[in-house]
């Protein structure tokens, strides 16, 4: 048997920092290397990765492979989100790293589910025709091979929380004008939030329809808990299709072999939150072994006092899943 460990990992706005700034990388890297460690990753799904430029170089994730180097990843081939030349975006790439061999990449956005248009309510001036909500963010899906055939992994961040901006009404970073747009921008965020989620969703069914016996998991960054909408969409749970049909297609939540009171990967106002998290297709249950989550360390990211600098590492902890493959 060859183990198989696949973990996900949001690494908070991983970047290099001005000189003088603070944390600068080496104390991030300082504190973070040994949680890398820690992962033992066969696979690891990274979000939040920033691209560094270079000179006479394509931007590239040159701050991850400091991270990286000295474990078990060191070297290890990183897939990543990227526009459309040979580089990376400068914020909030997605990546693979791995050692296995990548057979495919693919990126989505809006490709699969059509960006849905909407006239905004509360926009000073008011919009005179609807806007495209598109999501910022692409899902990215990576093809491994693994021993009988292909691993299908879905690296995914999805729409936070934090209301999307409308104009007119901000009045700084944190203060909005009325309550009314506040709400409004809550729901574009959630607009967007479930256009990635039905994009993950019809990237698994489209999976399944060409192998029905594809293994796939479907990690990330979901910025919903477990019973929240996002989450049951990708599932696709007979409880909720109401069709014994699709028992096969469901995506199964390894975080449920963790006891309860250690399922958290944020810890926000004195309370841990599920918000990451790691779907699998059934046919991977026969070999899975069990779940760990590395949140031993993580701080209340929601403190006044709760700063970078104080907290270099980031607010949210690391998932391990272990497989035994033939």
Known sequence: MAELR????????????????????????????????RLRATVACFQEVHGQERPGQPRGL????????????????????KPKDDGVFNERNLVVATHLPVQSRRQLRNELVSAPTYRRLTAIPADQFPIEVGVERPILHVGLALA?????????????????????????????????????????????????????????????????????????????????IPVLAIRGRVEDTGNGDLAGRILVPIEHTVPEPSRYTLFHQGRGEMLDHMLVTRNLLAYYRGSEIHNETL????????????????????????????
């Open 62 to 81: 040159h701050a991850l492979k400091e991270l990286l180097a000295g474990t078990e990843l060191a070297g290890a081939e990183l897939v990543s989100t």
């Open 299 to 326: 701080h209340d990211e929601s403190a006044s006092f709760a700063t970078d600098s104080k907290f270099p590492e980031s607010d949210h902890a690391p998932v391990v899943a272990t497989f035994d493959l033939p």
């Open 6 to 37: 696949i973990a996900t990992f949001n690494l908070e706005n991983f970047d290099e920092t001005a000189a003088g700034d603070r944390p600068s990388l080496a104390e991030r890297v300082a504190l973070m290397r040994p949680q890398i460690v």
């Open 148 to 228: 009988g055939g292909t691993l299908h992994v879905i690296n995914v961040h999805l729409k936070s929380k934090i209301p999307t901006p409308i104009p007119g009404q901000a009045v700084d970073t944190f203060t909005w004008r009325s309550a009314d747009a506040w709400a409004e921008g809550v729901f574009l965020s959630s607009m967007k939030r479930m256009a990635q989620a039905l994009e993950v969703r019809r990237l698994v069914d489209q999976i399944l329809d060409a192998d029905p016996d594809a293994r796939i998991v479907v990690a990330g960054d979901f910025n919903a808990t477990p019973d929240e």
